[in-house]
T-cell receptor, first 109, second 117 residues
Framework: GQNIDQPTEMTATEGAIVQINCTYQ??????LFWYQQHAGEAPTFLSY??LDGLEEKGRFSSFLSRSKGYSYLLLKELQMKDSASYLC??????????WGAGTKLIIKP | NAGVTQTPKFRVLKTGQSMTLLCAQD?????MYWYRQDPGMGLRLIHY???????AKGEVPDGYNVSRLKKQNFLLGLESAAPSQTSVYFC????????????????FGEGSRLTVL
């Protein structure tokens, strides 16, 4: 079956760096997405990786290793507004998105 | 620019009642989706559409029906609501075919919180 694994919850300190991991097993691969979802709100797009390596976008970076079925989202200079759930999703060979359950990130002052 | 709009935002139903959730997008997107989100689980696809007049089943289609009579609208119907359908429902849209300018990014509505008693 298809599976996306990510930690349920993480805690970090304001100003610090946090890495959220995502491992996947899917039927084929057409890209990996990270979305941010604040409580009670809609998911919003953060990043897309289809080739191995690191994609940097401001304070957020996303890494992909297709051979390992692994990705991480790196958040730098954490701010209180970064408290949210972070959703990992993989597009399979049928171009369907398979979603992880999300990682709830708690930022403490 | 409104993006993706869902109505209603909240609804309480009794078991056996029917209702329709409306999704409207103003981005001229080809693809539209209905997801449900439950605690501790990833987003699960209910139904989707790859263009006006087309619909297809997703991962959890039972108990739901959909229609896409106009490109900008995607309706989700519950014919006979059950407590297991208590959830937050998200509509999403995307431009369509993947390409240099389209990664498959989804644009989500704000969600509709449905409670079935």
């Amino acid at each position: 079956g298809q599976n996306i694994d990510q930690p349920t919850e993480m805690t970090a300190t304001e100003g610090a760096i946090v890495q959220i991991n995502c491992t996947y097993q899917t039927s084929g691969f057409n890209g990996l997405f990270w979305y941010q979802q604040h409580a009670g709100e809609a998911p919003t797009f953060l990043s897309y990786n289809v080739l191995d390596g690191l994609e940097e976008k401001g304070r957020f970076s996303s890494f992909l290793s297709r051979s390992k079925g692994y990705s991480y989202l790196l958040l730098k200079e954490l701010q209180m507004k970064d408290s949210a759930s972070y959703l990992c999703a993989v597009m399979d060979s049928n171009y369907q998105l398979i979603w992880g359950a999300g990682t709830k990130l708690i930022i403490k002052p | 620019n409104a993006g993706v709009t869902q109505t209603p935002k909240f609804r309480v139903l009794k078991t056996g009642q029917s209702m329709t959730l409306l999704c409207a997008q103003d981005m001229n997107h080809e693809y539209m989706y209905w997801y449900r989100q439950d605690p501790g689980m990833g987003l699960r696809l209910i139904h989707y559409s790859v263009g006006e007049g087309t619909t297809a089943k997703g991962e959890v289609p039972d108990g739901y029906n959909v229609s896409r009579l106009k490109k900008q609208n995607f309706l989700l119907g519950l014919e006979s609501a059950a407590p297991s359908q208590t959830s937050v429902y998200f509509c999403a849209s995307s431009p369509g075919d993947l390409g240099q300018e389209n990664t498959g990014e989804l644009f989500f509505g704000e969600g509709s919180r449905l409670t079935v008693l």
